[in-house]
Nanobody, 124 residues
Framework: QVKLVESGGGSVQTGGALRLSCIVSAENGLLGTVGWFRQAPGQEREGIAL????????FYADSVKGRFVISQDNAKNMVYLQMNTLKPGDTAMYYC?????????????????WGQGTQVTVSS
């Protein structure tokens, strides 16, 4: 059983920053990858950042590279997404997701466990 709970969303102005947090609870601890995805109204879900749980290897979408940073604290079962230089185009519901595998792409297909999401709104 895996449970993910996101927090940290909110409303900011263009150029602002937010840090999202995700508590990742797994009964057997065998998770390979945790990722952050987002979905804006009327748009497809977009994978934006992944981190391998044990090695810490990171992957980013081009749309957020250089602005967002994914990190983790395995002792606290936490994964974070630091979002800097936010733009109105970053407005979306943000989801934390987990996969038992070492994912190397930002496609959501391999992620079987999802949180409920946290809303991020960036105003101009």
């Amino acid at each position: 059983q895996v449970k993910l709970v996101e927090s940290g969303g909110g409303s900011v102005q263009t150029g602002g920053a937010l840090r999202l947090s995700c508590i990742v609870s797994a009964e057997n601890g065998l998770l390979g990858t945790v990722g952050w995805f987002r979905q804006a109204p009327g748009q497809e879900r977009e994978g934006i950042a992944l981190i391998w749980k044990y090695s810490g290897r990171e992957f980013y979408a081009d749309s957020v590279k250089g602005r967002f940073v994914i990190s983790q604290d395995n002792a606290k079962n936490m994964v974070y997404l630091q979002m800097n230089t936010l733009k109105p185009g970053d407005t979306a519901m943000y989801y934390c997701a987990a996969s038992p595998h070492l994912e190397t792409t930002l496609r959501s297909r391999g992620f079987g466990y999802w949180g409920q999401g946290t809303q991020v709104t960036v105003s101009s």
